[in-house]
């Protein structure tokens, strides 16, 4: 399976924020994710790192 875990980087801290992400989106200053089931979550975010083999995407928050 393709499906990642995406993680949010706030304030030095690490938070799973969605699970069985299939699909990643810049949307200007937020990232839409979205899973195997079509939920969606949008985040205020830039991408930090993707790690494809360890099926990871590191998201830096980005402030509301």
């Not at 939920?39 to 402030?63: F, M, R």
Request: with cysteine.
């Amino acid at each position: 399976m393709c499906e990642a875990v995406v993680f949010v980087v706030k304030d030095g801290k690490t938070e799973r924020i969605m699970e069985d992400v299939v699909s990643v989106q810049p949307e200007g200053s937020k990232v839409l994710l979205t899973d195997i089931f079509g939920e969606q979550k949008i985040v205020t975010a830039t991408v930090e790192k993707v790690d494809l083999t360890g099926h990871e995407i590191i998201l830096s928050y980005g402030g509301d």
